[in-house]
């Protein structure tokens, strides 16, 4: 009998509600997802399709919070090969660089700046947390305001490139073991086979007071681009499937299904205020990104339009 490497998920990992619709199937060895994976994983590495004769890409809606995700997902053996050999470190790391301008950095700075404007304490007397670090950018620009950084991550050149630039890198036995006044989740939740059951685990970490913020791909049309389903649509284009792309994005949250898995965590929603949030803008141009930067609150609280959730355990 041929190995799957694959494990599959008969509930919406989001809830846990056991209601759901099949509203997608396709073989990953065929058109149009064969194509898909080689158009999108060649430049960075490539796809060995051994892994995935005789697998089916299937996607699932919850009838109850609506979160949309894959039912058959790589298993630990094909994610580290996916993570590991599909997408060169080097090469993502080399192209990570050189797409981060200082729009980029300005972001994570202002992000901080409101942050650590809630708190009482000093910078250097907040202890933060970046669950899925990637190459640490968000955790060296909390390190330049004070905060006392730590990270996690799977990737074993990604952890020793953080050890390597001073970063506290903990394993995931050791989170419970400290207690953090800010948890960052950067595009992580997607990625995630067990997402709830993830968030409670995080959660025994957040200091009285604290906050955790989960911030996933944008996925108000989802429901439209499935209809369309052009798997051909380049990611950042007005029809692009990124939200739900094989084998890595394989939970699409809409916003309702992230405010329903905190809830069942026992996590509240909150909002930092307008002003407050507008309280560093600084240097504006009048181009069309600092636009983008004046509206983003407004978008994020008021007309709720992104996967950019704050939820504190007060």
């Known amino acids: 009998m041929k190995q799957s490497y694959f494990k599959e998920r008969n509930k919406c990992p989001g809830c846990h509600s056991e209601s759901y619709k099949e509203i997608y199937e396709s ?3 065929e058109t149009p997802i064969k194509d898909y994976l080689i158009d999108f994983y060649d430049p960075q590495g490539g796809v060995e399709f051994e892994y995935l004769e005789g697998e089916k890409y299937s996607l699932g809606e919850c009838s109850f919070c609506g979160m949309i995700f894959q039912k058959f997902i790589p298993g630990d ?3 580290k090969r996916l993570y590991e050999v599909w997408i060169d470190p080097e090469l993502a790391r080399m192209d990570e660089n050189r797409s981060h301008d200082f729009d980029f950095y300005s972001d994570y700075a202002l992000e901080l700046l409101q942050i650590l404007s809630h708190f009482k304490n000093n910078p250097d007397e907040i202890e933060v947390f970046d669950f899925g670090m990637g190459w640490s950018k968000w955790l060296f620009m909390a390190r330049a305001f004070g905060c006392v950084p730590y990270g996690s991550e799977l990737s074993k050149e990604r952890i020793d490139y953080a050890k390597s630039n001073g ?3 903990l394993s995931w036995d050791q989170i419970p073991d400290y207690s953090f006044d800010f948890i960052n989740t950067e595009q992580v939740f997607e ?5 709830l059951e993830t968030l409670q685990y995080l959660k025994q970490s957040l200091k009285p007071g604290g ?3 989960v911030s996933v791909p944008p996925s108000g049309d989802i429901d439209a681009r499935l209809r369309i389903m052009n798997w051909q ?3 950042g284009t007005r029809k692009s499937l990124n939200a739900v792309a094989p084998l890595e994005h ?3 949250f809409k916003r309702d299904s992230i405010i329903e898995m905190g809830k069942i965590a026992g996590l509240k929603e909150v909002h930092f205020s307008l002003k407050s949030q507008y309280k560093y803008y600084f240097g504006w141009a009048l181009n069309k990104k600092s636009i983008i930067k004046m509206l983003r609150p407004i978008f994020r609280n008021v007309l709720k339009r992104e996967n950019y959730v704050l939820f504190s355990n007060q």
Request: hydrophobic share 40%; charged share 20%.
């Open 167 to 169: 970063i506290n890198v």
């Open 191 to 195: 990625h995630i086979s067990d997402p």
């Open 211 to 213: 906050f955790l913020k």
């Open 250 to 252: 394989i939970n699409c």
């Open 27 to 29: 073989s990953y060895t």
């Open 77 to 79: 053996e094909l994610m």
């Open 233 to 235: 649509a380049k990611k």
